[in-house]
């Protein structure tokens, strides 16, 4: 069996035991989703957050969290489409005290498809008004241009 089939299979499993457990109630559901993509996420496994940011959304499709770190995690493993969508969808909603590098991550987004137009209106954005971002992402914003 192939490496992707198995870790396909892994995660069908691990969703039929998760799923298993969220029956009770919806909002317990939902924290269970969120707790399974956020250790995802940080062990670097970034298919599975994406998925199981995804099965969060289900629940709560304006989770603002959950639209920027899906974003994330797709942006992560290259998935650029699904990281424009769940970006675009996190902006709809007020981020910019909660995610303010969410302008930053659109515009990379954009810059690793090689839509440069895109990036730079992007970009230029974001560092006409860089909220609280770091240092880093700053100079990486501006690096990009």
Same mark, same amino acid.
């Given at each position: ?5 198995k ?29 399974? +993509?956020?250790?995802?996420?940080? #062990?670097?496994? !970034?298919?599975s @957050?994406?998925?199981y *940011?995804? =099965?969060? %959304? ?19 493993f ?14 709809d ?7 303010p590098?969410?302008?930053y991550?659109? +515009?990379?987004?954009?810059?690793? #498809?090689?839509? !440069?137009?895109? @990036?730079?209106?992007? *970009?230029? =954005?974001? %560092? ?18």
């Amino acid at each position: 069996m192939s490496v992707m089939k198995k870790k396909c299979l892994n995660i069908f499993l691990v969703v039929i035991v998760l799923g298993a457990s969220f029956w009770p109630a919806g909002a317990q559901r939902l924290d269970k989703w969120m707790e399974a +993509a956020d250790a995802s996420l940080t #062990q670097e496994d !970034y298919y599975s @957050a994406f998925h199981y *940011y995804t =099965a969060a %959304l289900q629940y709560d499709s304006t989770l603002t969290e959950a639209w920027y770190k899906r974003g994330r995690a797709a942006f992560l493993f290259n998935d650029y489409a699904n990281a424009l969508l769940s970006f675009d969808r996190a902006m709809d909603y007020d981020t910019a005290i909660v995610f303010p590098d969410l302008g930053y991550q659109l +515009a990379s987004t954009y810059h690793r #498809q090689g839509r !440069y137009s895109e @990036a730079i209106v992007y *970009y230029d =954005a974001f %560092l006409a008004n860089p909220h609280d971002s770091g240092p880093e992402i700053i100079a990486q914003a501006r690096k990009g241009l």
